[in-house]
Antibody, heavy 117, light 107 residues
Framework: QVQLVQSGAEVKKPGASVKVSCKAS????????INWVRQATGQGLEWMGW????????GYAQKFQGRVTMTRNTSISTAYMELSSLRSEDTAVYYC??????????WGQGTLVTVSS | SYELTQPLSVSVALGQTARITCGGN??????VHWYQQKPGQAPVLVIY???NRPSGIPERFSGSNSGNTATLTISRAQAGDEADYYC??????????FGGGTKLTVL
């Protein structure tokens, strides 16, 4: 069965970076895009960007340009999202999701990133 | 940039029909996906490309899209349908866009 399993919760200080992983199983990793969204407590979904695991091509939301990097390791079917220069407003649950033209059909369980001094 | 507008909340009596709207400029020309999110859980795709249901989603969930409004319809609403619902499109200028989300309450 298709699964996306994300890395565990993180606590970071302002100015630091965080790297969240998303390990895929149950399907061909390079056949679907991976998207990343985040959700602050009580807030809506905020799209951060996408990556094509086959080519490595990426596209980032303008808000995160210059601060986010999405990469992958195809040998272990894992996607990564790294966010730098963290500030308190980046405290949120971060999700990865598999996507194609039929929507985002499988999601990771979410990773809580807390930014606090 | 492209924006999607959803009502903050919708209430429906148990067993009745709930309609959640998603407004956007000429949204009828775009493919709309809908997601259900329950507290503490990841979102779940309930409708893709305007009106298609993924396997495992009850027939009570349906969707439509025309003009400037897309609509998610939940027939015979159940207590288990209480959740936040988000619409989503892809736009050439903004890429992925989510609506602000609608909290569905089943009375």
């Amino acid at each position: 069965q298709v699964q996306l399993v994300q890395s565990g919760a993180e606590v970071k200080k302002p100015g630091a970076s965080v790297k969240v992983s998303c390990k895929a199983s149950g399907y061909t990793f390079t056949s679907y895009d991976i998207n990343w969204v985040r959700q602050a407590t009580g807030q809506g979904l905020e799209w951060m960007g996408w990556m094509n695991p086959n080519s490595g091509n990426t596209g980032y939301a303008q808000k995160f340009q210059g601060r986010v990097t999405m990469t992958r390791n195809t040998s272990i079917s894992t996607a990564y999202m790294e966010l730098s220069s963290l500030r308190s407003e980046d405290t949120a649950v971060y999700y990865c999701a598999r996507s194609d033209s039929s929507g985002w059909d499988y999601w990771g369980q979410g990773t809580l990133v807390t930014v606090s001094s | 940039s492209y924006e999607l507008t959803q009502p903050l909340s919708v209430s429906v009596a148990l067993g009745q029909t709930a309609r959640i709207t998603c407004g956007g400029n000429n949204i009828g020309s775009k493919n709309v996906h809908w997601y259900q999110q329950k507290p503490g859980q990841a979102p779940v795709l309930v409708i893709y490309r305007d009106s298609n249901r993924p396997s495992g989603i009850p027939e009570r969930f349906s969707g439509s899209n025309s003009g400037n409004t897309a609509t998610l319809t939940i027939s015979r609403a159940q207590a288990g349908d209480e959740a936040d619902y988000y619409c989503q499109v892809w736009d050439s200028s903004t890429a992925v866009v989510f609506g602000g989300g609608t909290k569905l309450t089943v009375l």
